[in-house]
């Protein structure tokens, strides 16, 4: 499945790099964020419990951050496994400065999830994955913007492959 979307968040560039850079600060908008165990500045392998339909499963990742560009460019890879499921993502976030204030990203992801929770959730997958991020997207935005400031409303997009 193929996932893109932009964000517009009322916060500097350097600040909102610096936000989704801390593997800490992400986790505590994480849908269903349970631990992390932090390996290295660019390895992390957290624990998440996800449920799709009537599948629930709790995922171990092996996520590392690479192709780094501060502050314009991060490309992330996970690979996890749960009780007869497996996932692999790869994905890709574009920051760029609207002003001093303002930043735009840019982000797309590739996931390939097999097993029970592919099997059985197969209808539900677009649907939960787009409801966890914009779950994620709109938590990450509270930590960031000042409060009172409203951003324009979050643009996803999913399409299955």
């Known amino acids: 499945m193929h996932f893109e ?4 968040i009322k916060a500097p560039i350097d600040e909102v790099w610096a936000y989704y850079m801390d593997p800490n600060k992400v986790a505590q908008c994480a849908p269903g964020f349970k631990s992390m165990d932090i390996l290295g500045p660019d390895h ?4 998440l419990n996800v449920g799709i339909g009537p599948v629930k499963a709790t995922f ?11 502050p314009n460019h991060a ?9 007869g499921s497996a ?6 976030v574009d920051l760029e400065a609207k002003d001093g204030t303002t930043t735009a990203m840019h982000w797309s992801a590739d996931v390939v999830v097999s097993g029970t929770i592919a099997s059985v959730g197969a209808r539900l997958m677009e649907s939960t994955a787009e409801k966890l991020t914009s779950r994620f997207f709109d938590c ?12 324009a409303p979050s643009a996803s997009s999913a399409t299955g492959s």
């Open 140 to 151: 990450t935005r509270q930590h960031l913007e000042p409060p009172g400031s409203s951003s």
């Open 60 to 70: 171990t990742l092996d996520v590392t951050l690479g192709g780094l560009r501060p």
């Open 75 to 83: 490309e992330v890879t996970a690979r996890g496994n749960a009780a």
């Open 87 to 92: 996932v692999n993502i790869a994905s890709a």
């Open 5 to 8: 979307g932009e964000q517009t």
């Open 44 to 47: 992390f392998k957290p624990t």
